[in-house]
């Protein structure tokens, strides 16, 4: 086993991959063959609660011959960051698993990045080099998808704002735990730009604005801008209190979660 602490909180995992349960497993949706798995598990108590079951192949499975066990191991390293992160600062868990467990795919298949569908969190194209900030991105992407409830619907850039606004969240979570170092600066300057766009389109209008009721992608950073603005301005504890007060899956309009965010 080997262990990390964030904000406070250890987690364990697995340092050695497992046959998983039927050795070859199936993913539950694209159907897709995995035979190794990892398990994280996070401090809950006196003792430790199994959160994430993450599945990759072996180099003997995998079509181009790779050990995937070190990215395996980087990856769950991350989710189990941001699961703490999300934990305690935004009070949030997985709000797609019923019993807490979530189930990490890594895959050789698929186009470049993650998906959320349900429970599962789909991280693709694995044989694909990514810069270290990237993958770090996509992993906050999906577990945005995972504990921020789904805000929209949007025509583009996707349907739903949570895995943007979980994004950028986590990322400044995860940037605001780390000691100064070189990993911490690039988070701030990717996030500085990341954030730009985001920032400009809700302060040229501010709130009230028409742009609550666009569908298209002005509307859609208009808002994700609007949680930025408020974070920095009320803090993270605030953020938390308005996601404490949606409950479930059930998506929210941009017009109703605006208004939790002026309740101040």
């Not at 604005?209 to 603005?229: A, N, R, T």
Request: charged residues 25%; glycine residues 10%.
């Amino acid at each position: 086993m080997e262990s990390l602490e964030v904000a406070k909180v250890r987690a364990v995992y697995t340092s050695k991959a497992f046959f998983p349960p039927n050795t070859v497993q199936l993913d539950p949706w694209h159907r897709w063959r995995y035979n190794r798995v990892l398990y994280g598990y996070v401090e809950e108590g006196e003792g430790y609660r199994l959160v994430f079951r993450l599945y990759f192949p072996s180099r003997y499975l995998s079509s181009e011959g790779r050990d995937y066990l070190p990215l395996a191991k980087q990856v769950l390293r991350q989710a189990l960051s941001f699961y703490i992160l999300g934990k305690k600062y935004l009070g949030r868990t997985s709000q797609w698993s019923k019993d807490g467990i979530v189930d990490i795919w890594l895959s050789e298949k698929g186009e470049v990045g993650g998906e959320q569908i349900g429970r599962e969190l789909y991280i693709y194209q694995i044989g694909k080099g990514r810069e270290e900030i990237e993958l770090l991105r996509e992993i906050a992407h999906e577990w945005g998808h995972h504990i921020i409830p789904p805000i929209g619907p949007y025509k583009g850039p996707e349907k739903w704002a949570n895995g943007y606004i979980g994004e950028r969240l986590l990322l400044n979570l995860f940037k605001g735990n780390l000691i100064p170092c070189q990993q911490r600066e690039e988070i701030a300057k990717f996030l500085e730009r990341r954030n730009r766009l985001p920032l400009e389109i809700f302060e040229k209008t501010g709130y009230p604005s028409g742009l609550l009721k666009d569908e298209g992608e002005e509307g859609f950073w208009y808002i994700v801008g609007y949680v930025l603005k408020i974070s920095e301005k009320e803090g993270i504890g605030f953020i938390q209190e308005i996601l404490q007060k949606i409950k479930g899956t059930v998506p929210i309009s941009p017009s109703d979660f605006a208004k939790l965010l002026a309740s101040k």
